[in-house]
């Protein structure tokens, strides 16, 4: 039984590139969770997918932000024009709905120099 | 939206000493869950407890959901047991965390 996992672990991009991760949640899970971690703070949600339905999405995320679940499984999470303050660790998790555990990945570091 | 407050924010114990951890949160809340995140960086649950007590080796966790708050109780501390620990309602809401420090 493999965990949540998530690619790539660490990414330096530089200011106005696009970055991309994959989340590839526990199999069988049917909600997947996207959250970012700053040095120091607790994760802050994102979005969730049940499926592939996105169901809700923090205003965190802004237009430069976007995720899909195409087909109920893997999930990514695309950010366009990269601003430094981007530069945290994103984290993706999963569950079932109807077990209410969640369970994290790694996480994916993302440095905007 | 929901508040969630932990406490303390930092705590340094020796080796073998028991510790209680708090989390407060500002409205009724369906799921609750602790999470430890180890120095790596990785975030394990270490329980999902909405109301009620459960137990888990030298872990146990107990949640009052009427005077909305919940605690964590680590005993016999262990230097493995270091990390930051979180709690989180309904999946969204993080604290901020307690970040323990134990020392052999």
């Known amino acids: 039984d493999t965990g949540v996992s998530q690619n790539p672990r660490h990414k330096i991009t530089k200011r106005g590139q696009n970055v991309t991760f994959r989340c590839d949640p526990i199999?069988?899970?049917?909600?997947l969770y996207w959250y970012r971690q700053t040095l120091g703070q607790g994760p802050e949600f994102l979005t969730y997918?049940?499926?592939?339905?996105?169901?809700?999405k923090s205003r965190l995320l802004s237009d430069r932000f976007s995720a899909e679940r195409p087909k109920g499984s893997f999930s990514t999470l695309e950010i366009q024009r990269t601003e430094q303050g981007d530069s945290a660790m994103y984290l993706c998790?999963?569950?079932?709905?109807?077990?209410?555990?969640?369970?994290f990945g790694e996480g994916s570091w993302l440095t905007v120099v | 939206g929901i508040q969630v407050e932990q406490s303390p924010p930092d705590l340094i114990l020796q080796e073998g000493a028991n510790s209680t951890l708090r989390c407060n949160f500002s409205?009724?809340?369906?799921?609750l869950q602790w999470f430890h995140q180890n120095p790596w960086g990785q975030l394990i649950n270490l329980f999902y407890?909405?109301?009620g007590t459960k137990q888990n080796g030298r872990l146990s966790a107990t949640t009052v959901a009427t005077e909305r708050y919940s605690l964590l109780y680590i005993s016999s501390s262990q230097t493995t047991d270091s990390g930051v620990y979180f709690c989180?309602?309904?999946?969204?809401?993080f604290g901020p965390g307690t970040r323990l420090s134990v020392l052999p």
């Open positions: 998790a999963s569950s079932f709905s109807t077990e209410n555990t969640i369970y």
């Open positions: 199999s069988e899970h049917n909600r």
């Open positions: 997918f049940q499926n592939e339905a996105q169901l809700e």
């Open positions: 409205d009724s809340v369906n799921n």
């Open positions: 407890i909405p109301s």
């Open positions: 989180a309602v309904e999946g969204f809401v």
